[in-house]
């Protein structure tokens, strides 16, 4: 079934509406960071926040990898199915913000499962031991592949990777321009992870897109 854009808004609203709401933190977190960043719109909002809390919950992953912290809104909502002794590793390359995203994990429950690492990532993740239950991708685009080739190998058998941003504000349907290198590469990860063997996947259109990977 196919609806107008209009309607579409509508429906999505309505869907927000008739969805359980974020936290009083998450959202003081959010007001906070509208107040205090100058890209704010690089926040999770609370609808795809609710999604990643349950498919976490469902999950009920013991490790956490996110590749991508900002302002720490996502790693709390993630955070929210940590089983008990869990933890989350959370990377982001700009350290102006770290003593802000810290600040409100620790005014969670899950402030001593969150471990925050400052650097770029293609560093970082090679320095990480062990197996992941549960893997979330929002960091640079420019480097999305980079990232799926090094993660899939370390998130365990029935593990899942979820990626932001995988419908780039609709540019992967549109004409691609000769300098767009952030969508090539959008485009050479949606086929990597529509086409790899070792894992299923299956691309929601919410929001900015959102992939669901498990590997087999």
């Excluded at 590793?89 to 995203?101: G, Q, R």
């Excluded at 480097?143 to 780039?168: A, E």
Aim: with cysteine; aromatic share 8%.
């Amino acid at each position: 079934m196919h609806f107008s854009p209009e309607k579409y808004a509508v429906l999505e609203q309505y869907a927000e509406d008739h969805s359980t709401p974020h936290s009083p933190l998450l959202a003081q977190l959010v007001r906070a960071t509208w107040q205090r960043s100058t890209q704010p719109r690089m926040i999770s909002d609370a609808f795809q926040g609710r999604i990643l809390s349950m498919i976490s919950k469902m999950i009920a992953p013991k490790r956490i990898l996110e590749l991508g912290t900002f302002t720490g809104y996502s790693a709390l909502c993630l955070a929210e199915g940590l089983t008990e002794g869990g933890e989350l590793i959370t990377v982001d390359k700009n350290e102006e913000l770290e003593d802000f995203a810290t600040s409100f994990f620790e005014k969670s429950h899950y402030g001593e499962k969150i471990k925050m690492k400052i650097g770029k990532a293609l560093d970082v993740i090679p320095t990480l031991g062990g197996e992941f239950d549960l893997v979330f991708i929002d960091a640079d685009k420019c480097n999305y592949v980079n990232y799926i080739k090094m993660i899939i190998p370390m998130v365990r058998h029935g593990g899942v990777i979820l990626s932001d941003n995988v419908l780039w504000s609709g540019k992967v349907v549109e004409p691609l321009k000769p300098k767009d290198t952030d969508t090539a590469v959008i485009l050479e990860y949606n086929k990597i992870l529509a086409t790899d063997q070792r894992v299923e996947t299956i691309l929601l259109p919410i929001r900015d897109g959102l992939t669901i990977t498990r590997k087999k």
